[in-house]
């Protein structure tokens, strides 16, 4: 499985952006989802999503702020992001597990097996 995020970027404060995950090969992955890096600091979880059934979970510090969504006829995650704050600034990677993770693993990186490249989001002040 190889996964290709883009739409990172530079925005102000308060701007959206919209970053998407193309999956190719053969994916059965029952999450999909999306996790950060700031420099300095630890890779943290973000958002997840079932591929079936589409049931989500956010991290304290981006709900009501960030949606993830999905379309598995493209084999495609979404996260928009909007109300965008400096401490939003980070690598933004897509990530997808092997189809063994149960729920209240889901949002554990070590649970991902596939991960994309990362795309930049930093967000100005």
């Known amino acids: 499985v190889q996964l290709q995020a883009s739409g990172g970027g530079l925005v102000q404060a308060g701007g959206s952006l919209r970053l998407s995950c193309a999956a190719s090969g053969r994916t059965l992955s029952r999450y999909m989802g999306w996790f950060r890096q700031a420099p300095g600091k630890e890779r943290e979880f973000v958002a997840i999503?079932?591929?079936?059934?589409?049931?989500?979970s956010y991290a304290d510090s981006v709900k009501g702020r960030f949606t993830i969504s999905r379309d598995n006829t493209k084999n495609t995650v979404y996260l928009q992001m909007n109300s965008l704050k400096p401490e939003d600034t980070a690598v933004y990677y897509c990530a997808a597990d092997s189809g063994r993770t149960i729920a209240p693993e889901a949002t554990n990186s070590a649970r991902y097996d596939y991960w994309g490249r990362g795309t930049q989001v930093t967000v100005s002040s």
């Open positions: 999503i079932k591929r079936s059934g589409g049931s989500t």
